[in-house]
């Protein structure tokens, strides 16, 4: 098993800035992938960003790029979401998901095998 654990969310004014971690610990995987999803009161979970640790590439959804970012520090099992300029519109919780792959980039919730708890990020105006 693997367990997930998402923090950083919060409460911020638009046009700010979070930066959500999501740590990883138990059974790991020699590749990954790892998604950010969110969701919003009366919404599906919408996709925010993959990323996949062999090649390292990533793909994000339109309404974020250019102002999200994904990262990781593979030594700390750790991913993190830095988002920028943030807008009203962001406010979600925030869900990390992990999936073993080498090179796929899943985009959708049900691709995912291990779920965060969520971390909640709200964006006044």
């Known amino acids: 098993q693997v367990q997930l ?6 409460l911020v004014q638009a ?3 979070l930066r959500l971690s999501c740590a990883a610990s138990g059974r790991t995987f020699s590749s990954y992938a ?4 969110r969701q919003a009161p009366g919404k ?3 996709f925010v960003v993959a990323y996949v640790r062999s090649g ?3 793909v994000y959804a339109d309404s974020v790029k250019g102002r999200f970012t994904i990262s990781s520090d593979n030594a700390k099992n750790t991913v993190y979401l830095q988002l920028n300029s943030l807008r ?3 406010t979600a919780v925030y869900y990390c998901a992990a999936v073993r792959s080498w090179y796929n980039l899943p985009t959708k919730a049900y691709e995912y095998d291990y779920w965060g708890q969520g971390t909640q ?5």
């Open 121 to 125: 990020v709200t964006v006044s105006s």
């Open 15 to 17: 046009g700010g800035s």
């Open 88 to 90: 009203p519109e962001d």
């Open 56 to 58: 390292g590439s990533t």
């Open 44 to 46: 599906e979970r919408e």
């Open 5 to 10: 654990v998402e923090s950083g969310g919060g």
């Open 34 to 37: 790892m998604g950010w999803f």
